[in-house]
């Protein structure tokens, strides 16, 4: 895993970066803006990337609340590839955990991110691969948020989640509303569930999506208290 020179919390960071770990890449843009008080990466869902243009606004308004964020792909461009053709990477929920798990471990140990403590935004499937690797006990995430999401397969680690978690859903996607109920349900850590009124699932309606960048930037700014140094 790569390291960097010590960046003082007062001082802004923005760049790409390359998580790397046992032969695998994966590509991502690191902004850490001025005294930045928590660190969320972000999950993308099934077909996507980090340059999804509605986690990329959801990322901004969490930078203007101070909070440092991590857009990656899940996938490497070789698995990508790959994805479009066979269409099956995208929903290995298990492969996509153990990919932020990665980044994770790569965030916590990058001393640029290490005083930080870690959230994760998830949207679709993503959200599922959050859940999953948040009940990882050394990642030590802080807390968890669901865009439009699917956690109901994260099936058996949903009971597991310790990380408060805000579930966020549209109130016009109807079958993922169920879905959501279902796994909120199963949440036996602090937890809210909030549906956005008139909101489709990829929340493109007026103002739906500054809704979930709110609602994110306050649960995160609640969960999120920074890192004591490391000696």
């Not at 928590?38 to 999804?52: I, P, T």
């Not at 602090?190 to 103002?207: N, Q, S």
Request: hydrophobic share 45%; proline share 5%.
């Amino acid at each position: 895993m790569s390291r960097s020179s010590p960046l003082q919390s007062s001082h802004p960071w923005r760049g790409e970066v390359r998580v790397e770990s046992n032969g695998l890449q994966l590509e991502g843009t690191l902004d850490i803006p001025a005294d930045a008080r928590g660190l969320v990466l972000f999950a993308h869902g099934s077909g996507s990337s980090r340059h999804s243009s509605r986690n990329r606004h959801v990322a901004g308004v969490l930078r203007d609340a101070r909070l440092g964020t991590f857009l990656f792909d899940l996938l490497t461009r070789q698995e990508e590839l790959w994805d479009t053709v066979v269409g099956n990477l995208r929903f290995d929920i298990a492969l996509l955990a153990t990919r932020l798990e990665i980044a994770t471990r790569w965030a916590i140990e990058d001393d640029r991110t290490a005083p930080l403590r870690i959230g994760y935004f998830g949207a679709s499937t993503g959200a599922a691969a959050a859940l999953i690797a948040a009940t990882t006990s050394e990642l030590d995430v802080g807390a968890v948020v669901s865009r439009g999401g699917r956690p109901d397969l994260a099936q058996e680690a949903l009971g597991k989640v310790r990380a408060p978690t805000l579930l966020i859903v549209g109130g016009a996607d109807e079958a993922v509303i169920k879905l959501n109920e279902q796994a909120y349900a199963r949440l036996v850590c602090v937890k809210r569930f909030e549906i956005v009124p008139g909101a489709t699932h990829l929340f493109e309606e007026p103002g739906a999506l500054d809704r979930v960048a709110a609602l994110a930037a306050s649960w995160f700014a609640e969960h999120l208290p920074r890192r004591e140094p490391r000696p």
